[in-house]
């Protein structure tokens, strides 16, 4: 009761200045207004009232005139917020111009609510002329706090991605010009407190009075990052999709054009043999070395195009196991070696003879065989084909196969390695191929999780690379002695330095390595703690993909029931221990051959 009796009093204070039809709108206005106030034609509140308390006139005059806008002599209900935030107050307020003697007055009446956090990031910054009280949702968003965001020189603004600035200030400049415009949708990024770039969307949908200004406003926020990432990455499968299928088409088209030609030889040379009577024996030769060569070439495209669609469709997969790069590059040179001889070439080898490889032994020995037989056949002769094998990134095999030959045109070289654009080349004695050789070698290596590439010069010869997953290229000595440790790892380390060493003390942490990475050779001794050698190779040749894994024990003792046991095992390099080093290195090179 004192408290109105206050501000009744108050009031009336005020209002001896004002016209009586004045008096008579705000006994009116103040029933249903928490907040009335009327301003002269400056800036000055001639009235004031608040029915809560929690605003006074100073408050209210700050945040009506000294905003950096309001930078006029005269107010206009126009240039007036219809928005405030007062402390933690939020002023709803509506204007009207009222003139009574020749003289106007701005007569502002509304709600006070308690402010409520925004859920918009862009349009709140627009839309505000005070500072906007953000929502936890986009604190966590964006990184910065509300005052921080109020702080940056062009609020939230200023964490628009600079593509998206433009664009999404000329929306919301059309949609508030729009009188009749209810809702708005924009999407932009913004750049985050930490640096990281996001996806945000926000939906606002806003009141309009009669004469269509905005009011009042309602809005929703959200991140669409992951969605706009997941359209991005079907965006990028469609048009995938649609360059395979162009290609298939192209594919198609040269294909038949490739399995058609070899015909008209063979049916030209086949008709002269059947209608010419008179042909000598030597001509009858020659048109049969004609048809033979171009029935091989077809063979071999036809054998190629379906072991690269066995591939592509998954009906083949490669069965890995470990394999000696060596022995099948030397298999694949014999294989050469009626055309190397011919041509007079040198074949020069610089692999590793503890290069394992894991992978499919026949398709590495196809992928060996396709760019081996290329170098041969595109070689200029008494020149030099080299093959080279040498880590690559610990975990894998680079194998580089040059050659001193034709090498490849510019033009060719960007068709290469595309089954869109396969093309047919002659080699130097005459010999045609089509390039689907080295896709079918190039799909191999990828169903190895390899790579191919390759290096050329037109006149000079070409360098192909492709990687593949080394296997078993490290030894592991299990043994709990160390003095006997250190003097077999000194003897491993200088003889076998292509190789990686491990070593553990017991037999469980042996065969967690084992799981971790599968050695060439197990050495071990038969004293262990915890469980013996015998116990330990028990549980190893339980799991097939260990039971072929190469293992020397040694004993302090090897009376006749432990090296029975042993040899029931399959483990026929059995040791005395303190252990011989020449005759383990030995067993060693014997084991890994």
């Known amino acids: 009761m004192q408290f109105n009796q206050q501000m009744k009093a108050s009031r009336k204070k005020t209002s001896e200045r004002l016209p009586a039809g ?72 509506r204007y009207s111009e009222i003139t009574e003697k020749d003289k106007t007055y701005l007569v502002g009446a509304g709600s006070i609510h308690q402010q409520v956090k925004s859920n918009s990031l862009i349009w709140a910054a627009w839309y505000s002329k005070g500072k906007v009280n953000y929502s936890g949702l986009i604190e966590k968003l964006s990184g910065y706090t509300s005052d921080e965001l109020n702080s940056l020189s062009g609020k939230a603004f200023s964490l628009l991605n600079a593509e998206d600035s ?9 949609f508030v ?83 058609k030609s070899p015909y008209t030889s063979i049916l030209g040379f086949s008709e002269i043999l059947l209608n010419e009577s008179t042909l000598s024996s030597q001509e009858r030769g020659e048109y049969l070395s004609y048809i033979n060569l171009s029935s091989q070439n077809q063979l071999k495209l036809i054998n190629n195009l379906l072991e690269w669609s ?27 070696t009626r055309t190397i001889l011919k041509k007079n070439l040198e074949v020069r080898v610089s692999v590793d003879n503890y290069f394992y490889a894991e992978a499919d032994e026949k398709l590495l020995a196809d992928v060996l065989n396709i760019i081996i037989a290329n170098a041969v056949k595109y070689s200029f002769p008494d020149k030099v084909i080299e093959i080279h094998a040498n880590r690559f990134m610990d975990s894998r095999i680079e194998i580089i196969i040059k050659d001193e030959g034709m090498g490849i045109s510019e033009r060719n070289k960007e068709r290469m390695l595309k089954i869109d654009q396969i093309f047919s080349t002659s080699g130097i ?51 709990s002695d160390e003095s006997e440790k250190i003097k077999i790892s000194n003897m491993l380390k200088s003889s076998f330095p292509g190789f990686k060493l ?23 001794s038969h004293t262990l703690p915890l469980m013996n050698g015998l116990e330990f190779l028990r549980i190893l040749k339980k799991e097939d993909k260990f039971a072929q894994i190469p293992v020397i024990a040694y004993a302090d003792v090897l009376n006749q029931d432990i090296m029975k046991d042993y040899r029931k095992m399959g483990i026929a390099n059995l040791m005395d221990s303190p252990v011989n080093l020449k005759l383990l290195r030995e067993s060693i090179e014997e084991a890994l051959k």
């Not at 009141?207 to 990028?236: F, M, T, V, W």
């Not at 591939?311 to 394999?323: A, D, F, H, S, W």
């Open 166 to 174: 433009e664009k999404t200030k000329n929306l919301i400049t059309g």
């Open 502 to 524: 491990f070593s553990e003390v017991n037999s469980y942490d042996a065969l967690k390595r084992i799981r971790e990475d599968i050695p060439a050779v197990i050495i071990t």
């Open 310 to 336: 066995r591939l592509i469709t998954g009906r083949k997969q490669p069965e890995p196991v470990k394999v000696k790069l060596l022995n099948i590059i030397n298999e694949v040179i014999a294989n050469n």
């Open 177 to 259: 010009i729009d009188r009749k415009a209810r809702d708005l949708e924009l999407l932009y990024r913004i750049t985050t407190k930490g640096g990281k770039q996001v996806w945000i969307q926000e939906l606002v949908l806003v009141d309009r009075n009669p004469a269509g200004e905005i009011i009042s406003y309602d809005a929703a926020l959200s991140e669409q990052s992951h969605l706009l990432e997941e359209k991005q990455n079907l965006e990028s499968m469609l048009l995938e999709f649609k360059q395979l299928n162009n290609a298939k088409d192209q594919f198609i088209s040269v294909l038949s054009h490739d399995l």
């Open 429 to 479: 004695g005459g010999d045609r191929g089509t390039g689907m050789s080295l896709i079918v070698a190039r799909e191999i290596i990828r169903h190895h999780n390899g790579e191919l590439w390759f290096y050329t010069e037109e006149g000079k010869g070409t360098e192909f690379h492709f990687t593949i997953a080394s296997a078993g290229n490290s030894i592991l000595l299990i043994d």
């Open 22 to 93: 004045i008096k008579k709108i705000l006994d009116v206005l103040e029933a249903f207004s928490d907040i009335l106030f009327v301003c002269s034609s400056g800036r000055q509140i001639i009235y004031f009232y608040s029915s809560k308390g929690c605003i006074n006139e100073e408050q209210l005059s700050l945040a009506l005139f000294d905003c950096p806008d309001q930078n006029i002599k005269e107010i206009k209900k126009e240039s007036l917020p219809g928005i405030i935030n007062v402390g933690s107050e939020e002023l709803n307020i």
